[in-house]
């Protein structure tokens, strides 16, 4: 679980920066917004990317809730876990 | 023989025409213009109930199509004037939200605002700030005996209020008449424009208080009587192949976008994505609302050639919404007409002179076609006087498509329209009868097809502790062919660290105004000054921007979108 995990947010993080286009490392703290600067744009951008690498769904609605790396991992994991029954 | 908004619809519902709307789970339901009427009636009764009386302004809250145009509609019908308003997913965070719209309630000294029922509890906090309005409501919770016939109407009573931007500091709401937009939508769809007709089929994904998105393809087809597919505008921002599914799925031919859309699809539609697209049915794939970039559109047309999207469907265009919506389309049918000029020449003499793509400081610009007929536009040097060919000066425009004026602001309509022409704020040159835009005096600043105003950023960027409150100016840095990009210079004072500075304007920006900027420049105690007007000082910093020579206090730090 814990490599697992591990490996899923190393994997975020690298989605994150590739769509972020900035010289900037991302960790788990990192702040879409501020740390980052996602507009909503990037954010739809994200979403897609991470739907389209994880094969979930993630609700419209959600888009704008999550703020930080971490929560854009836990709303992930949550997505999987349903996923895998 | 004008017609007005109503009258439009009571012609479209005895035809075979359909709004088709797709939700942003991909989801679809088609209502006939007929049946859209009956609802309009409905809803136009239940409103006339509440106690709004012909001419009275309503304004409209509504993210999803259907409702939308039901509203919309419902309004017209009533005798009322409908105001769209940007829905809060679009402007910032939402206290923000409200702070922007209140102006633009109070400006349009709207009696009601027209929403759905998750935003009315949020929307109710209107009523405090904006004393006009009597209610908000709900246009799924409206109920009352339905008008038998739509309220008649004056061709030269207001249609619309249609807003520029969401301006705190001066909401700028355009009035058009039903003359107007009745001239300008004839225009757009005659055969001197698009030659529309009932079997056109359009697709959009634009926001519908957006004026592309509201008269250019909604209106556009109530008039001309086609069916046209409404796709939720987040729906593309997610997967911009969505767009291009949809007019796959129902031969689409007509659809326009801004330049960023092309932009989207080219980086990031996948190769994988391109199995099952058939773009061949797009005969009119416009582009307006921001500068247009010759390099988006043939990388986009390079790219999806294989799944039949020809070059010849580009129709870029030209508009403000001070002249209803479209002032210019390059005709439907044809290469892309691209100037290829001398960047020096035209900052430094204001003449394009041709040169070869490949000499240095070339700059590819994009024709966009001429004035319709029945309408004039000129070019004119700063006297007032028109030039000659090739040489740049402002863009005026004239005819049955400019506005009445400014809502509630009698001296910015007489700055903008003398003698019947109307100042576009944009700059360009005539060359072979075509209209090339290479600039902007006006100073708004036009970000993925979205305005602002600097005086708005700037003032939430006063407020942000460590700024010198007062000493900020916000601009575009333009460049011809090229979108723009928004630049904040700050003059700091106390001792927070410049990037913690930067990143905090950054996001307040973003929260407030849902811009993010390209550049915040920290610079020394001074520079911005206060002696000058606010308009003066933003064209100088804008200048020293551009030749490099702004003192910095902390390098640069570039914004997301620059770094690819």
Redesign the interface.
């Given at each position: 679980m814990t490599t697992r995990g591990l490996s899923l947010e190393a994997e975020i993080i690298a989605i994150v920066k590739r769509v972020?286009?900035?010289?900037v490392e991302p960790t788990a703290a990192s702040d879409l917004?501020?740390?980052?600067?996602?507009?909503?744009?990037?954010r739809?951008?994200l979403?897609?990317e991470l739907e389209d690498r994880f094969d979930v769904s993630i609700p419209?609605n959600d888009?704008?809730t999550i703020r930080t790396v971490a929560q854009v991992r836990e709303h992930l994991d949550a997505l999987i876990k349903v996923g895998s029954g | 023989m004008i017609r007005t908004v109503a009258q439009a619809l009571d012609d479209a519902a005895a035809g075979p025409g359909a709004y088709v709307f797709v939700d942003?789970n991909g989801a679809e339901g088609s209502v006939r213009f007929a049946a859209l009427r009956d609802s309009a009636l409905a809803l136009g009764g239940a409103l006339r109930a509440r106690g709004l009386e012909p001419g009275d302004c309503v304004a409209l809250v509504i993210p999803e199509a259907a409702g939308f145009l039901t509203a919309f509609l419902g309004a017209s019908v009533a005798g009322l004037v409908p105001t769209p308003l940007a829905d809060p997913?679009?402007v910032g965070t939402f206290g923000a939200y409200l702070d922007v719209i209140a102006p633009l309630v109070r400006a349009a000294r709207a009696r009601a605002i027209i929403t759905t029922p998750r935003l009315r509890p949020l929307l109710d906090a209107l009523q405090v700030s904006a004393p006009t309005i009597r209610f908000v409501s709900a246009w799924s919770e409206l109920t009352g005996p339905a008008l038998s016939a739509a309220e008649p109407a004056d061709a030269d009573a207001p249609a619309l209020f249609q807003f520029t931007s969401g301006s705190t500091s001066q909401p700028k709401g355009v009035v058009l008449t039903h003359a107007n937009l009745d001239a300008n939508i004839r225009a757009i769809g005659g055969p001197a424009g698009l030659g529309l007709s009932p079997d056109c089929v359009g697709v959009s994904w634009l926001p519908l208080f957006h004026d592309m998105g509201l008269i250019g393809l909604a209106l556009c087809a109530l008039y001309h009587g086609n069916i046209t597919v409404l796709l939720s505008p987040?729906a593309f921002?997610?997967?911009p192949v969505a767009w291009l599914r949809a007019i796959t799925r129902h031969r689409g031919t007509i659809s326009f976008a801004p330049n960023f859309a092309y932009e989207?699809c080219v980086r990031?539609v996948k190769d994988a994505e391109l199995d099952g697209l058939d773009l061949s049915s797009w005969r009119v794939a416009g582009c307006g609302a921001e500068p247009i970039q010759a390099g988006t559109l043939e990388a986009f047309a390079a790219k999806f050639a294989p799944v039949g999207f020809r070059a010849t469907s580009f129709v870029p265009a030209y508009g403000l919404a001070e002249h209803t919506l479209a002032a210019t389309l390059a005709p439907p049918g044809r290469d892309l007409r691209v100037d290829t000029v001398r960047a020096s020449e035209l900052a430094a003499r204001r003449r394009a002179v041709p040169c070869s793509s490949d000499a240095p400081g070339a700059l590819r610009l994009v024709g966009c076609g001429r004035a319709f007929p029945e309408h004039a536009l000129r070019v004119v040097d700063d006297r007032g006087h028109p030039v000659g060919e090739r040489v740049v000066g402002e863009i005026l425009v004239s005819g049955p498509s400019v506005m009445q004026g400014y809502l509630s602001a009698p001296g910015a309509t007489a700055e903008v329209i003398r003698d019947g022409w109307c100042s576009t704020g944009d700059l360009g040159y005539l060359a072979g009868g075509e209209l090339y835009i290479c600039g902007r005096r006006k100073e708004t600043i036009i970000v993925?097809g979205r305005n602002y105003f600097p005086q708005d950023l700037e003032q939430v960027v006063n407020r942000v502790p460590g700024v010198r409150a007062g000493c900020v100016a916000a601009f575009a840095a333009t460049e011809p062919g090229h979108p723009d990009r928004a630049v904040v210079v700050v003059e700091t004072q106390g001792h927070t660290p410049g990037d913690l500075l930067q990143?905090?304007v950054?996001?307040r920006l973003?929260?407030a105004t849902?811009?993010?900027v390209h550049e915040i420049v920290l610079v020394p105690k001074g520079t911005v000054g206060r002696t000058t007007s606010g308009k003066l000082r933003r064209v100088e910093l804008r200048e020293r921007y551009a030749a490099g020579t702004l003192v910095r206090t902390h390098p640069r730090a570039?914004?997301?979108?620059e770094?690819?």
């Open positions: 972020s286009r900035r010289p917004e501020l740390d980052l600067g996602f507009d909503s744009l990037l739809y951008e979403i897609a419209l888009i704008e | 942003a997913v679009h987040w921002v997610k997967r989207m990031r993925a990143a905090e950054r996001r973003l929260q849902g811009l993010a570039r914004s997301p979108q770094v690819s």
